[in-house]
T-cell receptor, first 115, second 114 residues
Framework: AQSVTQLDSHVSVSEGTPVLLRCNYS??????LFWYVQHPNKGLQLLLK??????LVKGINGFEAEFKKSETSFHLTKPSAHMSDAAEYFC?????????????FGSGTRLQVQP | GAGVSQSPRYKVAKRGQDVALRCDPI?????LFWYQQALGQGPEFLTY????????KSGLPSDRFFAERPEGSVSTLKIQRTQQEDSAVYLC????????????FGPGTRLTVT
């Protein structure tokens, strides 16, 4: 079985300051890990994905995440927050190597960006 | 190109009614997924199709939930005898076989059972 834990349900930052959204995973196999973003009344959008290639993954809109196997973590970062980054962020794990295609989502982190 | 579309976007049902939710995946995407997202929670997997074959239905919460994709394209999620706990956003996603399994999500159908 696999699971993800998002350590913060809400994060508030000021515009222009760094963003850190924390995620820890649990998996019996080599996981594939993703971050998705959900803006109000919009569909989930993939930010970035890790599938056993480079451990530092760059995504869209300046976001990146680092896979750390020793810490079972996959934290999402951005150097400078923008007002448009305010949304719900989901850390997601999948066991693609086992053939199981379902995604397992964390409970989400709501990011607020203050002007 | 067009993304994943879902209809209706909002559905209000009285307890005990049957509902049908439709998903139109991206053209050419062989894989289709249904997820349920309760208020304040992350989406939870319900079921998965590859073409017309339902390969995984382990997430369906009860036998009141039924999904089909008869021609390998459009899919319908049906909920019989709706209960209040069925109130949620139902998300559909599709993926191409060769996309490294990236799933593209639709906007969802918000179901409210009164």
């Amino acid at each position: 079985a696999q699971s993800v834990t998002q350590l913060d349900s809400h994060v508030s930052v000021s515009e222009g300051t760094p963003v850190l959204l924390r995620c820890n995973y649990s998996s019996s196999y080599s996981p594939s890990l993703f971050w998705y973003v959900q803006h109000p009344n919009k569909g989930l959008q993939l930010l970035l994905k890790y599938t056993s290639a480079a451990t530092l993954v760059k995504g869209i809109n300046g976001f990146e995440a680092e896979f750390k196997k020793s810490e079972t973590s996959f934290h999402l970062t951005k150097p400078s927050a923008h007002m448009s980054d305010a949304a719900e962020y989901f850390c997601v794990v999948s066991l693609l190597d086992t053939g199981r295609r379902a995604l397992t989502f964390g409970s989400g982190t709501r990011l607020q960006v203050q002007p | 190109g067009a993304g994943v579309s879902q209809s209706p976007r909002y559905k209000v049902a009285k307890r005990g009614q049957d509902v049908a939710l439709r998903c139109d995946p991206i053209s050419g995407h062989v894989s289709l997924f249904w997820y349920q997202q309760a208020l304040g929670q992350g989406p939870e997997f319900l079921t998965y199709f590859q073409n017309e074959a339902q390969l995984d239905k382990s997430g369906l919460p009860s036998d009141r939930f039924f999904a089909e994709r008869p021609e390998g394209s459009v899919s319908t999620l049906k909920i019989q005898r709706t209960q209040q706990e069925d109130s949620a956003v139902y998300l559909c996603a599709s993926s191409h076989r060769d996309s490294n399994y990236e799933q593209y999500f639709g906007p969802g159908t918000r179901l409210t059972v009164t």
